[in-house]
Structures are given as structure tokens and as C-alpha cells.
């Protein structure tokens, strides 16, 4: 079954940057979309962002025009670079692949956001 490990979190003041990367023990072409989560201290985990097998992507309305995901799936590796970042995104981020018949989950890495 595949694994994924994501990378790339960390602190930062707000109105700065991080680029995670969630790297996949196998391939990822097969699957129906790749997606990132997070959660909140305290609140229930969310959507963020998801990409699909042929690129079309799609972002929470919170994080338009901040956030981009994408995807390289040679290197089996999704990215979800994070521009000009808020106290509320701080949380520890996810990353999930949806297969048709499972689906995997990272086990998370934390994004701080500090004032």
C-alpha cells in the first residue's frame, strides 16, 4: 500500500511562505485526485486543496489567490505552496490519495503561523 510523507513545515511570520511536499512511496498516477487537509488546534481536520490525475486543481475559498497545488507524478510528489500565510492557517497540514478503492493518508506536518 502505498505511504506518503509529507515535508516542508515549519514557523513562519505572517505574510510569509512554505512549500510542502507530500512524497509517495509509489505511484500516484493512478489515483482519482491528491489532495491536502489540515487541522486546526481544536478543530475538526478540512479540506484545503485537491488536484486531479490530469491537473485540474481547486482550492478552499479561504485560500484562493494564497494557495497553489500541484503535482509531478514522476516524481510521485504533491505540492501545495503556501504564499502570504495567516494566523488561521496554522495547523498541522495533510496530505491524502484517493484511489478508487482506498485511500492514504500522511501522517501530517505542522505549519505555525506567528505575528
Known amino acids: 500500500q502505498v505511504q506518503l510523507v509529507e515535508s516542508g513545515g515549519g514557523l513562519v511570520q505572517v505574510g510569509g511562505s512554505l512549500r510542502l511536499s507530500c512524497a509517495a512511496s509509489?505511484?500516484?498516477?493512478?489515483?482519482?485526485?491528491m489532495r491536502w487537509y489540515r487541522q486546526a488546534p481544536g478543530k475538526a481536520r478540512e479540506w484545503v486543496a485537491s488536484?486531479?490525475?490530469?491537473?485540474?486543481?481547486s482550492v478552499q475559498d479561504s485560500v484562493a489567490g494564497r494557495f497553489t497545488i500541484s503535482r509531478d507524478n514522476a516524481k510521485n510528489t504533491v505540492y501545495l505552496q503556501m504564499n502570504n500565510l495567516q494566523l488561521d492557517d496554522t495547523g498541522v497540514y495533510y496530505c491524502?490519495?484517493?484511489?478508487?478503492?482506498?485511500?492514504?493518508w500522511g501522517p501530517g506536518t505542522q505549519v505555525t503561523v506567528s505575528s
Open positions: 491524502a490519495a484517493f484511489f478508487p478503492a482506498r485511500t492514504a
Open positions: 509509489d505511484s500516484i498516477a493512478s489515483t482519482e485526485t
Open positions: 488536484i486531479r490525475t490530469g491537473g485540474a486543481a
